[in-house]
């Protein structure tokens, strides 16, 4: 593999893992728990899909084909999509969306603290906007772990429950594979090494705190997001993403 | 817009259609790049028409040669609904000034952050019932305490968090314990 495929392989995942995130947060648009979890839902989701266009836009220019960032993601199937699996699990009880949302937070932000530093410019400056509401996200997120974890009974019960049900999708997260290696060596992307131990230190710290018990490291794992082969909900998730789309290709008028 | 004069009572349509025409009279060629950063001045945020986008430090760069003119503009947060409707008001606001075709460059770096809002502007921010941002971006904590809010309304420093968000992403939500009142706090970042 090239760099230069690596490059837009990788931004293709970059841009989907948010992209998918955000379509979830927002089904909970009008159905969350409470009206201050509802802004905080719908602004997470927000700047997820912000950062997703700013991804999908330098990975358009590379890719170069015609496709700009509304045509990568309203126009492509599910076997194309990069996203990790862990964005497109369903939204369930909120222990379950607060858990995939931490999670995900922890990989986001040490990812992009990471690229921030990174030798490709385009990628440095979208990193550093984006790090600056992943940290917002992430002490959200590990908030309500804890809140939870260490709440009632039932509180707990649900919130380990998340942990063990999602424990599955995070190996994802932090396994490397040729692109994750190539970007990594070019200076581009996070040292995998790093981001494991990152992920894992601050995961521990958390769970701990909120009295909860974590997965096995050597638990089995379900991969193949980065490479497109995705769990049965993605498909039902771009159903609905990307109807309209379909539906009046090209509508500008809104 | 209100501000260059237009009457209130023009549809939107009709405004947008005007806004797209240069004023016959107009002589930009006269003005200087400290005129433009004054027009900008009278370029408010809609969502918080309280300050200009000079004064909330989003307008980065103006550069006017006598035959381009080329505006910088930096979004607050990523996802930003109001970036481009700003973008297009700067645009309004310089065709009306007689720029025919001006550029507004959206610029990433680097990156947009609390500090750059005035001194004027976290004023205005707080007299418009909105608590400014409090101490510099660079110390924002990742999971540490807030520091203390003082309520935009009473002073009370006597305030609680409700919501890590408010009504747009660049907010959150607080409640004045003394007062009672609930407020917009302009996060830091």
């Not at chain 2, 973008?87 to 065709?95: G, S, T, Y």
């Amino acid at each position: 593999m090239t760099q230069a495929e690596a490059l837009k392989e990788y931004l293709l995942r970059l841009a989907d893992s948010d992209m998918i995130l955000g379509q979830r947060l927002s089904e909970l648009c009008g159905k969350a728990p409470a009206l201050e979890e509802e802004l905080a839902l719908m602004n997470v989701a927000l700047d997820l899909i912000g950062q997703a266009r700013n991804w999908y836009e330098y990975a358009a220019e590379l890719i170069d084909d015609g496709r700009d960032a509304d045509k990568l993601a309203f126009r492509r199937d599910a076997h194309d999509f990069r996203n990790l699996l862990l964005t497109e699990q369903p939204n369930e009880d909120y222990a379950v969306t607060m858990g995939r949302q931490f999670f995900f937070d922890a990989w986001h932000y040490f990812t992009l603290k990471s690229l921030t530093g990174s030798s490709d410019e385009r990628i440095a400056s979208i990193a550093a906007k984006a790090v600056k509401e992943a940290t917002y996200h992430l002490r959200r997120s590990s908030e309500w772990v804890k809140r939870l974890g260490d709440g009632t009974e039932e509180s707990h019960r649900r919130m380990q429950d998340a942990v063990d049900i999602l424990w599955r999708f995070t190996g994802e997260l932090i396994t490397p594979d040729d692109t994750d290696r190539v970007m990594a060596e070019a200076g581009i992307g996070p040292n995998p090494d790093q981001l494991a131990e990152d992920w894992r230190g601050m995961v521990n710290e958390v769970l701990t705190q909120a009295t909860l018990t974590p997965g096995a490291e050597d638990a089995w794992m379900y991969m193949g997001g980065k490479h497109g082969e995705h769990t049965e909900h993605l498909g039902f998730i771009l159903a609905e993403m990307q109807f309209l789309q379909r539906a009046y290709p090209d509508a500008t008028t809104w | 817009m209100p501000q260059h004069g237009d009457s209130d009572s023009r549809s939107a349509v009709d405004i947008l259609i005007a806004s797209d025409r240069v004023p016959a009279n107009a002589r930009p060629d006269l003005l200087t790049e400290n005129d433009i950063w004054a027009l900008l001045e009278e370029v408010k945020d809609p969502e918080v028409p309280a300050v200009s986008v000079v004064e909330l430090g989003i307008v980065r760069a103006v550069r006017w040669d006598g035959k381009t003119l080329s505006i910088d503009v930096t979004p607050t947060y990523s996802g930003c609904p109001a970036t481009e409707l700003i973008e297009e008001l700067i645009a309004e606001a310089m065709r009306a000034a007689g720029f025919r075709d001006p550029e507004i460059n959206q610029v990433l770096t680097p990156a947009w952050t609390t500090d750059w809002i005035t001194d004027e502007g976290k004023e205005k921010l707080r007299a418009f019932g909105i608590a400014p941002p409090e101490g510099s971006s660079s110390k924002m904590s990742l999971l540490g305490e807030s520091d203390v809010i003082a309520c935009p309304h009473c002073g009370s420093k006597d305030t609680e968090r409700v919501s890590e968000f408010g009504s747009t992403a660049c907010k959150a939500l607080y409640r004045c314990k003394e007062c009672l009142e609930p407020f917009d706090y302009f996060k830091c970042i």
